[in-house]
């Protein structure tokens, strides 16, 4: 009911609302059973007010609302969409920077240390609540999607920005509706910063670009399609057949000579991109999803699954006026059935082509532009690449509580379902071997097993994973592609290719609560390929 308002192409899958509701169950009933008092089942969003640490002083406080909106992304008839709006009650109003002719929420800018509110408004017509994406922040403030608000409720966050600087963002979190409210518009970048950051001596300013790229299908009357209902079609993850970067078909950044930061995420659905440059000079790498790394490295391309994030050094001094360049993503064989390449399939829907439905036309994996540069004017602003960008404390692995024995979470398919450790998403489950002891180091390995039979036969998908709450950092990954992770910096997602399996590093300190752990691929996310991690205090554990 909720696609029919804002997508063009008809679903066929009934709306979770619509599941509670014949199941006779209200939206707020799930969190029947909460095991902390703050979780009252029962809460509106006017309790959950009060419920908040009273005398809490924000820096910046703002307001944040969902909805309906329209965006002209091509000429004729606007867009249809879901948005973020927001509005400052208190602090800098620069703290909120609007993405020009774009769908996507505004960027919102602090510093570590500050405190921030935001008063979340929900006014789509569906129920929904706000992630931190890699925010350090209490469980009562992450978004977990037992939060949700219905239409025309607030949620009321107050957290203070502990991360270190860095590229963060934020999305929507229901259960089984991520996806949909995602592809819809909904999403943003949150851009902390520190002194450590500002002391480094990279390019700010006009030179420090953030760039989004999602990919997108739109039906003739240049409303967004989403998925068909096919069942395969959840089972790979959503492909557009257009690359937008910032809501933007066909982008061109115009630069000067001169040296840029660009921050780029990949806030596509299940997409997977293999960055690098048209003339392929190697990309200069300065950052993750956790921030700056200690020092550049070089890589002849960089894989960015869902949600990851990768900040680049680009230095156009060496490009005469006049020249245009791209980055672009480069074919690779996704394991896929009929992979990209076997198939033989490149992708049509390209950067000047024609738009077309249908979501395969650009499979994953196909290589593609994803936007032009053009070189446009002189700039005698010379910049050398800091050799030293920052300090990252490295955790040592013999520090942890598990180094020989590591939690392991296996990634299959079972039963036409992609699962982790054979299990799907219940709100308020957790495992035994989900629950951590707060303050603890523990290493944790993803295996993508691959495999499983689907209904065409073999099912192998890169699996983007992702923990909430915390920056981990990567201990070593059995791969494949052996080029292009940047595993040296702090990561909340980490992509896995078929076959490939990965130790992570992960601390588990200052908040105690419930957490989740998830494939970042959006449909799988929403099919249930994510779990609750449980962080148990030494009050609280048995
Ligand atoms: Cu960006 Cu649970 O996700
Ligand atoms: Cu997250
Ligand atoms: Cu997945």
């Known amino acids: 009911m909720n696609n029919n308002k804002l997508f063009g192409q008809n679903s066929d899958v009934i709306s979770r609302r619509q599941f509670l509701q014949s199941a006779g169950v209200g939206s707020l009933g799930i969190m029947a059973g909460a095991f902390l008092p703050l979780l009252n089942p029962a809460a509106k969003a006017s309790d959950q007010n009060k419920l908040v640490e009273t005398g809490f002083l924000p820096d910046l406080d703002i307001e944040l609302k969902a909805t309906p909106g329209e965006v002209?992304?091509?000429?004729?008839?606007?867009?249809?969409?879901?948005?973020?709006?927001?509005?400052v009650h208190k602090g800098d109003s620069n703290r909120l920077i609007e993405l020009p002719r774009s769908y996507l929420g505004p960027i919102i800018k602090a510093n570590q240390g500050e405190k921030i509110r935001i008063r979340f408004k929900n006014q789509i017509p569906d129920e929904s609540?706000?992630?931190?994406?890699?925010?350090?922040?209490p469980a009562i403030m992450d978004g977990h999607p037992r939060y949700v608000v219905p239409q025309g409720q607030t949620y009321l966050y107050e957290f203070e920005v502990k991360n270190r600087a860095g590229t963060y963002w934020?999305?929507?979190?229901?259960?089984?509706?991520?996806?949909?409210?995602?592809?819809?518009?909904?999403a943003g970048l949150f851009i902390v910063s520190d002194d450590e950051e500002k002391a480094a001596g990279l390019p700010s300013g006009e030179y420090d670009i953030?760039?989004?790229?999602?990919?997108?299908?739109?039906?003739?009357?240049?409303?967004?399609?989403?998925?068909?209902?096919?069942?395969?079609?959840?089972?790979?993850?959503?492909?557009?057949?257009?690359?937008?970067?910032?809501?933007?078909?066909?982008?061109?950044?115009p630069v000067a000579t001169r040296a840029y930061r660009l921050r780029i995420l990949n806030g596509s659905n299940s997409r997977?991109?293999?960055?690098?440059?048209?003339?392929?000079?190697?990309?200069?790498?300065?950052?993750?999803?956790?921030?700056?790394?200690?020092?550049?490295?070089?890589?002849?391309?960089?894989?960015?699954?869902?949600?990851?994030?990768?900040e680049l050094w680009a230095d156009f001094s060496r490009y005469p006026v006049g020249t245009e360049t791209a980055l672009v993503s480069l074919p690779v064989d996704t394991g896929m059935m009929g992979g990209a390449r076997s198939g033989g399939r490149m992708g049509r829907g390209m950067m000047g082509g024609g738009r077309m439905s249908g979501n395969q036309s650009l499979p994953n994996g196909a290589g593609f532009p994803i936007?032009?540069?053009?070189?446009?004017?002189?700039?005698?602003?010379?910049?050398?690449?800091?050799?030293?960008?920052?300090?990252?404390?490295?955790?040592?692995?013999?520090?942890?509580?598990?180094?020989?024995?590591?939690?392991?979470?296996?990634?299959?398919?079972?039963?036409?379902?992609?699962?982790?450790?054979?299990?799907?998403?219940?709100?308020?489950?957790?495992?035994?071997?989900?629950?951590?002891?707060?303050?603890?180091?523990?290493v944790w390995e993803f295996i993508n097993e691959g495999g499983g039979m689907?209904?065409?036969?073999?099912?192998?998908?890169?699996?983007?994973?992702?923990?909430?709450?915390?920056?981990?950092?990567?201990?070593?990954?059995?791969?494949?592609?052996?080029?292009?992770?940047?595993?040296?910096?702090?990561?909340?997602?980490?992509?896995?290719?078929?076959?490939?399996r990965i130790k992570i590093l992960v601390h588990f300190g200052d908040y105690p609560g419930l957490f989740l752990y998830h494939c970042h691929n959006l449909e799988h996310e929403d099919m249930g390929m994510m779990r609750n991690y449980l962080i148990e205090s030494a009050v609280t554990s048995t």
Do not use: C
């Open 272 to 310: 997977i991109y293999k960055l690098g440059w048209k003339d392929g000079s190697p990309l200069t790498v300065i950052g993750t999803d956790g921030g700056l790394l200690e020092k550049p490295v070089y890589r002849r391309y960089v894989m960015l699954g869902p949600a990851e994030r990768v």
């Open 129 to 137: 609540i706000v992630h931190w994406h890699g925010l350090h922040v």
């Open 170 to 186: 934020y999305h929507p979190h229901p259960h089984g509706r991520t996806g949909p409210q995602v592809y819809g518009g909904l």
């Open 454 to 500: 689907g209904m065409m036969g073999m099912m192998n998908m890169p699996h983007p994973i992702h923990l909430h709450g915390k920056q981990f950092q990567v201990l070593e990954r059995h791969s494949v592609m052996h080029e292009g992770y940047i595993d040296v910096g702090w990561k909340d997602t980490v992509l896995l290719m078929p076959g490939e």
């Open 210 to 253: 953030p760039l989004v790229i999602q990919d997108r299908s739109f039906d003739i009357d240049n409303q967004l399609v989403y998925l068909s209902g096919h069942m395969m079609e959840r089972m790979n993850g959503f492909l557009g057949d257009l690359i937008l970067v910032n809501g933007n078909p066909d982008f061109i950044l």
């Open 371 to 442: 936007f032009r540069v053009h070189v446009n004017h002189k700039d005698k602003t010379t910049l050398s690449l800091p050799e030293r960008l920052s300090t990252i404390e490295r955790y040592r692995a013999t520090d942890s509580v598990n180094l020989r024995y590591p939690r392991t979470f296996g990634l299959s398919m079972r039963h036409m379902t992609w699962t982790i450790n054979g299990r799907t998403f219940r709100m308020e489950e957790v495992a035994t071997d989900e629950k951590v002891r707060m303050d603890s180091l523990e």
């Open 72 to 87: 002209p992304i091509f000429p004729g008839k606007p867009t249809s969409v879901w948005q973020y709006k927001a509005k």
